[in-house]
């Protein structure tokens, strides 16, 4: 644990030192990332699937606010959904422009949930983000991360029925609107796993704001435990079908990717709690104070005990 504790405080000051470059690397990798997985996932049009783009568009992404990174992967997106259908791509923009008008005019800074959401979904670990967005934002965090399934599912949507979308030409124009929207939103598994994504911030959010001993760590299991029975209630309400398999193994991943972020984030001491008590001309304050857990580089002493540059004094007569 020792080593751990000294790595977070390693990487804490190399952040501290570096956090402009750190920041651009994090953008790099994080739009590297959701480009690399939207080409393995719907890379329809061909264009834009080679490294060459991945790099160019992640260095771009690199100097940009999260806000423009979504922007730009949104068209890369609408891109690859075009090369399929015109029509589904013309409703998947008015869905983000809908989103963006609505709510990043007024809290852009959350707009990276709305791409971890999809991403989460393509590695398997859809119940992460919902335990780390109600460790690090508040319940408003909801909106992106439910708009996020929705991407997801028109997404995959335009995956399993590209060949029927690309061939249905002579189905007629509006007919084919009301066709796609009905496909799209009326999916019950996605109306399942907003469901659960809603639920999951949060029990997590309430839980980590009450001031009780470990209660980041009860909000990460409870929160999990929380989003697992929403998918059993959604699975007898709805009828829908999840591979418990997958369903258990993700969910443990997601309990292991929130706890990692609560040792780096909210590591504290739970043994020196210390109470105060103080007031003023109008209230009566009771504190609960928590040392954080901080530990310094242990220093490195190197004693020399034999100074080979200077060699054994020879008395004379030897």
């Given at each position: 644990?020792?080593?751990?504790?000294?790595?977070?405080?390693?990487?804490?000051?190399?952040?501290?030192?570096?956090?402009?470059?750190?920041?651009?690397?994090?953008?790099?990798?994080?739009?590297?990332?959701?480009?690399?997985?939207?080409?393995?996932?719907?890379?329809?049009?061909?264009?834009?699937?080679?490294?060459?783009?991945?790099?160019?568009?992640?260095?771009?992404?690199?100097?940009?606010?999260?806000?423009?990174?979504?922007?730009?992967?949104?068209?890369?997106?609408?891109?690859?959904?075009?090369?399929?259908?015109?029509?589904?791509?013309?409703?998947?923009?008015?869905?983000?422009?809908?989103?963006?008008?609505?709510?990043?005019?007024?809290?852009?800074?959350?707009?990276?949930?709305?791409?971890?959401?999809?991403?989460?979904?393509?590695?398997?670990?859809?119940?992460?983000?919902?335990?780390?967005?109600?460790?690090?934002?508040?319940?408003?965090?909801?909106?992106?991360?439910?708009?996020?399934?929705?991407?997801?599912?028109?997404?995959?949507?335009?995956?399993?029925?590209?060949?029927?979308?690309?061939?249905?030409?002579?189905?007629?124009?509006?007919?084919?609107?009301?066709?796609?929207?009905?496909?799209?939103?009326?999916?019950?598994?996605?109306?399942?796993?907003?469901?659960?994504?809603?639920?999951?911030?949060?029990?997590?959010?309430?839980?980590?704001?009450?001031?009780?001993?470990?209660?980041?760590?009860?909000?990460?299991?409870?929160?999990?435990?929380?989003?697992?029975?929403?998918?059993?209630?959604?699975?007898?309400?709805?009828?829908?079908?999840?591979?418990?398999?997958?369903?258990?193994?993700?969910?443990?991943?997601?309990m292991l990717i929130a706890g990692i972020y609560h040792f780096f984030v909210f590591?504290?001491?739970?043994?020196?709690?210390?109470?105060?008590?103080?007031?003023?001309?109008?209230?009566?304050?009771?504190?609960?104070?928590?040392?954080?857990?901080?530990?310094?580089?242990?220093?490195?002493?190197?004693?020399?005990?034999?100074?080979?540059?200077?060699?054994?004094?020879?008395?004379?007569?030897?």
């Amino acid at each position: 644990m020792m080593m751990f504790l000294v790595l977070k405080e390693q990487l804490k000051l190399l952040y501290g030192k570096y956090a402009a470059v750190s920041n651009g690397l994090i953008k790099f990798a994080y739009s590297f990332s959701a480009v690399m997985l939207m080409n393995g996932n719907i890379g329809f049009m061909t264009k834009l699937t080679g490294l060459v783009v991945a790099v160019g568009v992640s260095i771009l992404c690199a100097f940009l606010p999260y806000g423009a990174i979504s922007f730009l992967l949104g068209l890369l997106m609408l891109a690859h959904i075009y090369a399929v259908s015109m029509e589904t791509a013309l409703i998947a923009a008015v869905f983000l422009i809908v989103v963006a008008l609505l709510y990043y005019g007024f809290q852009p800074g959350d707009s990276y949930w709305l791409v971890l959401m999809p991403m989460a979904f393509s590695l398997k670990i859809p119940f992460a983000i919902p335990l780390l967005a109600g460790l690090s934002s508040g319940m408003t965090a909801a909106v992106p991360i439910g708009c996020g399934v929705v991407v997801y599912y028109i997404l995959q949507y335009v995956k399993q029925n590209a060949g029927v979308l690309t061939n249905d030409a002579s189905v007629d124009i509006t007919q084919k609107f009301v066709q796609i929207i009905r496909a799209l939103f009326a999916n019950k598994m996605m109306i399942v796993m907003i469901m659960v994504c809603v639920i999951g911030i949060l029990t997590v959010y309430i839980l980590r704001t009450l001031s009780v001993d470990y209660a980041w760590v009860i909000a990460i299991v409870a929160g999990t435990i929380a989003q697992m029975a929403a998918v059993f209630i959604g699975d007898f309400m709805f009828n829908v079908s999840i591979p418990i398999a997958e369903m258990l193994a993700g969910a443990f991943l997601s309990m292991l990717i929130a706890g990692i972020y609560h040792f780096f984030v909210f590591a504290v001491d739970y043994t020196r709690t210390e109470y105060t008590q103080f007031e003023d001309d109008d209230y009566v304050y009771y504190v609960k104070a928590v040392p954080k857990v901080v530990v310094s580089k242990p220093a490195v002493r190197v004693q020399r005990i034999n100074n080979p540059a200077k060699g054994r004094r020879v008395r004379r007569g030897d």
